[in-house]
């Protein structure tokens, strides 16, 4: 009898305990622990820090007009460290432009660059394997494909370095136009070269900088051992890629503290936004991995801004430039998100001027495009280029990627954790970059431009 008693009690209490560990809601912080280990999500691996001697020589290279045929535009002025690694700009503005920031003003007679800048963070990471917004540089094949073809010079040392080929070619972001003069007066020479010779361009640029005996000491300490005639600009294309290295890793946001085991990194309604993004809002879909991204193009029929790329402009068709296969229509590769908060305007072609506007483009994009108003978003300049032909916004949305829809609509407390979750992935000291700008170049040129604020 004793026993049959203790038996049945015994029994009941674990019924109790059993029915109130089911019934108990596991918190926030375990459902996350969760999610992250089922998904092996990581922190960010940001590599080997460059060698000393390169970043010196890559500093300099960075922030010289020289680089540019007019000799007014460096790679600084469109991704400068006083702008989160970009220009803040919807779409880039190239030679013959004057200031710098979001009011940089366009030249006479010039047109805007088709894309917007891309923030240029952790691009030590060896994960990265694809470089502009359509992945036209790519690792494949263990190889560097890239517009170049067989006229791409061995010996880059990754793919940022393959990467920092490209700009000084384009006629519209340095090498400007012929009959352009520089602001020198002298005739640009660079735009004078047929734009697809690209190792006549390469070469000229060499002879340009080989002129200045400080250029000539830093690539010796660059590269000891190496005889001037051998130093091509692969060498320089690495230098200006260990400096971007140096100057624009920045992982240690909040995010990457958690990651690393501090629980107390991030609030409640930031580990809310992260669930979610891992979870029902489906972002780590795409933004997957330690960068956040899976370097995959995709359509969201993100507005179309901006003057458009190429043959079809006013229109950019992203990716399918490149491949011509009818699924890369409108696809651009999915943006790592480290550092976000600071790199807008966002999207490929800059058409949203806040996050939030960018996250809830994602969440309807039907309604987003359909309501696009450009006077929200852009400078009156641009308000024109909108394209909101009824039968393109249609065929824009055929297009879109069907992984971009969230398991369940979000409520407005949601959508406002994953806006806070995306604050947590800032590093504080991407406010502190100012120690990158040189007090001056080997060519004498300006280094400091003047931040102009939006005036809109
Ligand atoms: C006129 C503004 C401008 C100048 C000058 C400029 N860029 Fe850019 N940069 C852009 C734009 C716009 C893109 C995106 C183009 C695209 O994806 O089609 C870009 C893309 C990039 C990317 C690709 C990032 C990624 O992951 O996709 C890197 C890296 C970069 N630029 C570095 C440089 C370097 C190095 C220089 C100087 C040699 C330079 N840029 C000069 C505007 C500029
Ligand atoms: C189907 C893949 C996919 C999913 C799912 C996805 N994104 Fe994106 N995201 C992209 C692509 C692609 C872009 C760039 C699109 C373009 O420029 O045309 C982008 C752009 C962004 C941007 C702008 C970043 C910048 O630098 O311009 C943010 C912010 C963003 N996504 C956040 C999110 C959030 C938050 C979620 C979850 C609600 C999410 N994404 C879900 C693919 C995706």
């Not at 674990?14 to 999500?41: G, M, N, R, S, Y």
């Not at 263990?142 to 070619?169: E, K, R, W």
């Not at 011509?324 to 696809?331: E, R, S, T």
Request: glycine content about 8%.
């Amino acid at each position: 009898m004793y026993k049959q008693g203790f038996f049945i009690t015994t029994l009941v209490m674990a019924c109790l305990l059993l029915f109130a560990c089911h019934a108990k809601v596991p918190d926030i912080e375990t459902q996350l622990q969760t999610t992250l280990a089922a998904q092996t999500v990581s922190p960010l691996d940001v590599g080997v820090a460059p060698d000393a001697a390169k970043v010196a020589l890559g500093q300099m290279l960075f922030f010289d007009k020289e680089l540019s045929g007019n000799r007014d535009i460096s790679c600084a002025t469109c991704h400068h460290p006083s702008q989160g690694s970009g220009d803040g700009l919807t779409v880039s503005i190239g030679t013959g432009g004057a200031g710098l920031g979001p009011a940089r003003q366009i030249g006479y007679g010039r047109s805007f660059i088709p894309r917007n800048a891309p923030e240029v963070f952790n691009r030590g990471s060896a994960e990265w394997t694809t470089m502009f917004w359509d992945n036209r540089v790519i690792i494949q094949d263990g190889g560097f494909h890239t517009p170049a073809g067989d006229s791409l010079p061995a010996g880059l040392d990754n793919i940022l370095a393959a990467q920092a080929m490209f700009p000084v070619t384009s006629a519209d972001e340095m090498r400007g136009l012929a009959g352009d003069e520089d602001v020198r007066g002298s005739v640009n020479e660079l735009a004078l070269l047929p734009g697809d010779d690209l190792p006549a361009i390469w070469a000229a640029l060499m002879t340009r900088l080989f002129t200045y005996p400080e250029y000539v000491a830093l690539f010796e300490a660059a590269y000891p051992g190496v005889p001037a005639e051998e130093l091509t600009f692969a060498h320089a294309a690495n230098a200006i890629a260990a400096f971007e290295i140096q100057a624009y890793t920045l992982p240690n946001s909040p995010w990457t503290n958690y990651l690393n085991g501090d629980s107390s990194a991030l609030s409640e309604l930031e580990k809310q936004g992260a669930l979610l993004f891992y979870g029902d809002a489906g972002c780590a879909t795409c933004h997957s991995g330690s960068l956040l991204t899976d370097q995959t193009p995709h359509a969201l029929a993100v507005p179309q801004v901006g003057p458009g790329k190429g043959d079809e402009s006013p229109l950019d068709l992203g990716r399918w430039r490149e491949t011509a296969v009818d699924a890369d229509m409108y696809a651009f590769r999915t943006p790592s998100l480290h550092n976000v908060a600071v790199s807008g305007p966002y999207m490929h072609d800059g058409a949203f001027a806040t996050l939030e506007a960018a996250v809830l483009h994602h969440l309807d994009p039907e309604t987003s495009l359909l309501t696009y108003d450009p006077t929200q978003h852009l400078h009156p300049e641009l308000y024109d280029t909108f394209q909101n032909d009824p039968a393109l916004l249609a065929e824009m949305l055929e297009y879109v990627d069907p992984e971009l829809a969230p398991e369940r609509p979000l409520t407005a407390t949601e959508i406002e954790a994953l806006l806070a979750f995306l604050q947590t992935l800032t590093d504080p000291a991407v406010n502190n970059l100012d120690q990158f700008v040189p007090g001056s170049v080997p060519s004498g040129l300006p280094v400091q431009d003047i931040v102009m604020q939006n005036s809109h």
